[in-house]
Every structure is written in structure tokens, then in C-alpha cells.
């Protein structure tokens, strides 16, 4: 399942070139950007995503040190090795990095996918994403360092986005936030002489596809992943993955008490 398990290999010192950055926020639509990204019609197969960071304690020991680096030279070396093998891009951490990735890949042409009814319709949908900073996701999952590196991620990105666009932490994951990270894209692509397409799924396959260049169906739904439903289903898997796991850490703890205490001194 997506976010729980790494079903995705890269060449860490490919040189692939990223084709497409897509550089809206979380739940903006970023699933559906990647199986749109990804399929037959536009082939940029296999799309960085948050899902593909997740399960893999290298891409997120990678992304941890990426939003911790001062240098720029240097931060971008660490996100080529995140992002070689990727011909594409979405949802975290590329949309915090999309300045450093302009200038990485300055043939990628940029997509702003846009939650529909924008700020204000976006920040109920983010809060489903706040549990990585619930002190008992990080208790009862502490066990697993895919799941302390989410926690962290999410801690540091917080910082590196309220430094990035000025906004207090008070301000994050709010409609402010929205507006600004929506704003600093097209600020940071006109500073570079770069084309955005404003994207949101109702503009369909004929608008991203025109901007790509490709030529899409005509008579098919834009994809439409993980809805409020999924993510509520991964949170408990997760959950319940970290609580199994305390049991039998307690079970092995026990049982090896156990043992000590029936050998003859």
C-alpha cells in the first residue's frame, strides 16, 4: 500500500534529468498529479512523491538532511540523489525545494496544482496530515524509524517553510500559507523567465497535457487518489503497525526475563 511499503527503485547516481516539477502543496491534488504524471499519456514514470519517501529511511534520512543544509551547493547535491531516477516530481518535499529545483532543472517545466475552492477548502483537507505531529503517533511509533523520520520531517519542514516565506508558525497549514507558497512559486519561476500552469483536476487531461506537450484522451475522468478515506485507513494501519510492534518488543523483554530468572545461579 502507498505510503506503507517502498515500491518504487531508483539508481541513486542516475543522471536523470527531472522533466516536470509539480510544486503544489500536500493535498493539493498530488496523487492524482503522479498516476497522471506516471501514465501512458504523458510517461514520466516513476513520479517523486511523499509516498515514495515514507517507507524508505534513505529517501528520508536524504530530505531530513536536505531541510537541515544552510549550503546551497550542498543541499542540492543531497536533493539529486532523492530525485535521480525521477523523471518527475510532486507533493513533499519537492514543493518546499521547488527554488533549489528551478535551478536544478532548468528545462522542467512547472505545474501549481491547486486545491479546489483554495485556502480555505485546503487547510480542514491538511489537518488529516497534522497526525505526524501527535505526541501518541510518535510514541506508539517510535519503534520504527520510517515513522521518526516522518516526525521529523514534518518538525523541519515547519521551520524551513516559516523561514522561506515569512510566515510565523502560528501561520502554517493555514490559508495564508496557502496563499504564500502559491505565490512564492510563481515569484521564484518569474525570477527565472519559467512558465506555470495553475492547475486543478477539473481543468482535465487537454490542459496539462497541452502545457506538457502531449497529447491526452478525450473523453476520460483526471484521476482522482487518496481521498480523506485512504489517509484515515494509512493513520491506523500505522498505528496499529506501531502498537503490534511494542507488544512484541514486550513479549521478547518478557520471555527473555523470563529465561534469566529460571537459570540456576
Known amino acids: 500500500m502507498r505510503f506503507l511499503r517502498s515500491t518504487v527503485s531508483t539508481d541513486a547516481v542516475e543522471n536523470t534529468p527531472l522533466q516536470v516539477l509539480a510544486a503544489g502543496l500536500p493535498r493539493c491534488a498530488t496523487s492524482s498529479m503522479q498516476t497522471a504524471l506516471e501514465s501512458p499519456y504523458i510517461g514520466l514514470a516513476p513520479c517523486m512523491h511523499f509516498a515514495h519517501v515514507a517507507p524508505s529511511t534513505r529517501r528520508g534520512d536524504i530530505v531530513l538532511a536536505a531541510l537541515r543544509e544552510k549550503n546551497t551547493e550542498r543541499r542540492h547535491k543531497l536533493l539529486r540523489s532523492l530525485l535521480n531516477g525521477f523523471p518527475a516530481a510532486a507533493d513533499m518535499p519537492v514543493c518546499v ?27 480542514p483537507s491538511i489537518q488529516l496530515l497534522k497526525f505526524a505531529e501527535s505526541p501518541v503517533y510518535r510514541a506508539l511509533c517510535y519503534l520504527w524509524k520510517t515513522d521518526r523520520n516522518v516526525s521529523a520531517i514534518w518538525d523541519e519542514a515547519g521551520v524551513y517553510i516559516s523561514q522561506k516565506l515569512g510566515l510565523r508558525m502560528d501561520e502554517l497549514w493555514t490559508a495564508k500559507h496557502y496563499d504564500a507558497h502559491n505565490a512564492w512559486v510563481h515569484a521564484e519561476a518569474a525570477k527565472r523567465g519559467r512558465d506555470v500552469l495553475d492547475f486543478e483536476p477539473r481543468d482535465g487531461w487537454q490542459a496539462l497535457c497541452t502545457f506538457l506537450g502531449k497529447t491526452g484522451p478525450k473523453d476520460e475522468a483526471f484521476p482522482h487518489l487518496n481521498d480523506a478515506a485512504e489517509i484515515r485507513m494509512i493513520i491506523r494501519i500505522l498505528y496499529a503497525r506501531g502498537a503490534v510492534s511494542w507488544l512484541v518488543l514486550g513479549a521478547a523483554i518478557y520471555g527473555v526475563t523470563r529465561w534469566l530468572l529460571s537459570r540456576p545461579f
Do not use: C, S, T
Not at 525545494?97 to 480555505?120: C, K, S, W
Open 97 to 123: 525545494f521547488a527554488d533549489d529545483i528551478m535551478d536544478m532543472y532548468p528545462e522542467a517545466q512547472i505545474v501549481l496544482n491547486r486545491r479546489p475552492g483554495g485556502g480555505h477548502k485546503w487547510v
